[in-house]
């Protein structure tokens, strides 16, 4: 088993380096997260490295806050999270139409892991509303369409950015509806970057133990697989001692760091001396779980220019 399947590095169209990324593929990681393509360049791009893969599945996710056209340059865009929120009643579909779609065009290019819904509430996100119970809702309507296209999902980014300031027992109240809500169909959940002095003063939610262990596994029970924040984004200063202490607080995946093959070595290095041994191979217990449910959805498999066309019908 190799540790480095834990780790999606980041490719953007234009500005990584082929070669770096065909090797890490080559040394085993559990897939890419992509930026900036074309729907061909993409789809190229997934062949290569499935190719340079020595797993016969890898996956590849798109850190999307809206919809695909976020990380594909000739992607359609769709109605906005907001848009489809303030349209929202009893019949309303949107948001699952929304999901399908998505998914329709993220599998024609062979992306099968689809970063999203965004579960906060309304304060400077694209999410669906300000309502906790609407929020669940449609993100549950969003997931199941993602689910019925044949991509995973991944919520969030916990615990939330409207809840930086707020005390737990409010966090509880609100914040926190959408997640326990969709904790069961959830295949991954995404932390936050961010300091949440009400939680944890000392450290960024993606490497805290308290938000973790304590908060997100321990007291609302979460049982599913754990995603870093988007690493390039970040100021962590010591990356390397960071991601190792995302691992030994519960992080199962590391997405997007910024020097990848220094993060490969420091994982390899780590589990070779047992500093990390238990915590990665639960890891990759969940990752193959993902891999299997995805490998085996059976669904409606539609070229580029269909799923296009699918989605003009839905702007409409």
């Known amino acids: ?46 062949a290569a490295m499935q190719e340079a ?11 999307i806050s809206e919809d695909i056209s976020d990380v594909i340059t000739d992607a359609p865009k769709l109605p906005s ?24 065009l993220a599998r024609s290019v062979g992306i099968n892991w689809l970063l999203g819904p965004v579960a906060d509430l309304g304060y400077q996100s694209p999410c669906f509303g300000e309502d906790p119970q609407q929020i669940a809702r449609l993100c549950e309507d969003y997931a199941a369409g993602l689910a019925n296209g044949g991509v995973l999902n991944c919520l969030k980014s ?34 936050s970057d961010m300091v949440f002095s009400n939680l944890d003063a000392a450290n960024r939610a993606t490497m805290s133990q308290r938000v ?14 754990v995603m870093s924040a988007p690493l390039f984004r970040s100021h962590i ?9 995302m691992i030994t607080c519960g992080v199962d995946f590391i997405l997007a760091p910024q020097d990848t093959a220094g993060t490969l070595d420091a994982i390899e290095k780590a589990f070779d001396q047992g500093k ?41």
Not at 212 to 225: D, F, P, Q, T
């Open 1 to 46: 088993m190799k540790p480095t399947r834990i780790v999606f590095p980041g490719f953007w169209f234009g500005q990584s380096d082929f070669e770096v990324a065909k090797k890490a593929a080559q040394r085993g990681v559990g897939g890419f997260c992509v930026y900036g393509g074309t729907a061909q360049e993409t789809a190229d791009f997934v």
């Open 158 to 191: 916990f615990p939330g950015t409207s809840g930086i300031l707020k005390p737990l027992s409010q966090l509880e109240e609100a914040e926190f509806v959408p997640y326990k809500h969709l904790f069961r169909l959830a295949d991954a959940v995404m932390l």
């Open 276 to 316: 990390i041994g238990e915590e990665v191979v639960h890891a990759v217990s969940h990752l193959e779980l993902l891999i299997s449910k995805v490998s085996s959805a059976v669904v409606n498999q539609l070229s580029w220019q269909e799923a296009v066309e699918q989605a003009a019908q839905f702007t409409k």
């Open 212 to 225: 973790i262990c304590e908060l997100l596994k321990k007291r609302l029970n979460y049982k599913g697989s």
């Open 81 to 104: 999270n907001a848009v489809l929120g303030k349209q929202h009643n009893t019949y309303n579909d949107g948001a699952y139409r929304k999901g399908l779609i998505n998914a329709r």
């Open 237 to 245: 200063k010591n990356e390397r001692a960071a991601i190792l202490q």
């Open 53 to 63: 893969s020595p797993y016969d599945h890898i996956l590849i996710c798109a850190d």
